[in-house]
C-alpha cells in the first residue's frame, strides 16, 4: 500500500490516458466506414456502388431476343462478329421500355467508312476501299446490306428468310 | 395503441410488402456472382485492330468519361525499316474518331489499344494514402470516389499512364473493366462494341475460358513486364517497339 502513497498524481494522468484512449475509439467507430477492412484496406461497400451504376449498352444477347429476324440474316453474313451496339450505338433504355425510346437510324457514309477507310495502318487482309473511289458518293446500303454486306449472298438469306415466314 | 392479435396478424403481410418496396429501391446485385470465382483480365489481339475507335467511343458513352479523357485509347505505331527504336506514335483524339490515312511503302503500321491492365501487384494502389483505390478480390483495380482526396499520387505512379483527375469531380478516375456490366454477367463497353474481336473479356478463374489454350499457343506478351506489376491486360502478336 505504501508504494502507491504518494502515487496519485500518476494514476490521475492515467486515466487521462484511458479517457482519451476512449475518446479514440468512440470517434474512431463513427468516423471510419463500417465495411473498411472487409476486404483490404479500403470501403468494401464501394465494390457494391461501382457494381450498381447503370449500364449503358444493354449487350447483343438483349437485342436478339426480339430482333431475331435481323439476327437470322445477320449470322449467315460477313458482319456475324459485330455486335448490334456497335453500329446502333448504346441501347439499354430501348431494351428497358422498346416503345418511348427509338433508336435512331445510323448514317451508313460515316459508319461504314470508320471501319472500311483504305488505310496501310489496316490488316491486310481488312476489307477496306476508298470510299471516293469505290462509290463516289452514292450512299453504301444502295448496294451493301449493312446486316449481310457481301452483294452476292445479301440476297439469298433475305428470300430464304421471307420464305420460312 | 392497442394492437390486437388479429390485427397483428393482418397487418404483418403488409409490413412485408412494405419491406420488399423498400428492397426494390436499392442496387440491383447480380444474384449469383461470387468476388472468390473471378479473376478478370482482358486479351488484346493487336492483329485484328483496325483503328476505328469504336472502343473508344463506347467507353466514353458507357462511363460518362469527360470529353479529351480516356478511361481507353487507341494509339498508332509507325516503326520504320532503319529507325526501329524511334518509332512516330500517334493517336488524335485517344484514336476516338479514327486515323488518318497511312501512306503506303512507308515501313510498318501497327494499332495498339490500351487501357488499364488491372494489375496484380498495382503501384497505383500501393501509393494510395487513404486507401481509395485497391484491387478487388476479383481482380479489378477500381477507385473509392467516396473516398479519394484527388492527391494524384496514383496518377503519376501508374506506369502506363491509364489514370486522370476527373475535371468535375476532382477525385482519380480510371478504367473500371465496367465492373458494373462484368458482374452482371455482360461484356466490357469496348469489348462488346469491338468490330473484329481485338479486345476479350477473360476469367483467368474459369477453367472454360478460352484464354488458356490461347496463351498456350500465341505469343502473348503484358506491357512494361519488367516493372513487374502482375497486368493482365495480355497482348498477342505485341511488336517489341511498344513501350
Known sequence: MSAFKDAGHLFRFAGLFVLAFIIFLVVR??????????????????IG????????????ETCETCHSDVLDVKSKGKHAHVNCEACHGPLAKHADDPSSVTPVKPDTAVLCARC?????????????VDPVDHSNGVPCETCHQPHSPAIEAAAAPAASAGGAK | MNLSRRHFLVLMPAAAVAWKAVLAGTPEQAPNYKLS???????????????????VRACQAEND??????????ERYHVEDENMTN??????????????VAKEDAGKYFFVPKMCNHCTDSPCTQVCPVGATFVTPDGV?????????GCAYCVQACPYGCRYIHPEKKVADKCTLCYHRITKGLTTACCENCPTGARQLVDLKNPKDPI????????????????????????????????
Not at chain 1, 456502388?49 to 447483343?60: D, M, S, T
Request: aromatic letters at 12%.
Open chain 2, 212 to 243: 488458356h489454350e490461347f496463351l498456350k499457343t500465341h505469343p502473348v506478351q503484358v506491357l512494361k513486364p519488367q516493372m513487374a506489376t502482375g497486368a493482365k491486360a495480355y497482348y498477342n502478336g505485341l511488336d517489341g517497339s511498344v513501350r
Open chain 2, 37 to 55: 470465382d473471378h479473376w478478370w483480365g482482358m486479351l488484346i489481339d493487336v492483329p485484328k485492330c483496325i483503328g476505328c475507335g469504336n472502343c
Open chain 1, 49 to 60: 456502388e461501382i457494381a450498381a451504376r447503370p449500364v449503358k449498352f444493354a449487350g447483343h
Open chain 2, 87 to 100: 518509332p512516330e506514335v500517334i493517336s488524335p483524339d485517344g484514336g476516338k474518331e479514327g486515323f488518318p
Open chain 1, 29 to 46: 467507430g463513427y468516423v471510419v466506414p463500417r465495411s473498411f477492412g472487409q476486404y483490404g484496406h479500403y470501403r468494401g461497400a464501394a
Open chain 2, 65 to 74: 468519361v469527360p470529353d479529351g479523357y480516356f478511361r481507353t485509347w487507341v
Open chain 1, 116 to 128: 472500311h477507310t483504305a488505310s496501310a495502318a489496316k490488316p491486310k487482309g481488312f476489307p477496306q
Open chain 2, 141 to 149: 483495380v477500381l477507385i473509392d470516389q467516396k473516398y479519394c482526396l
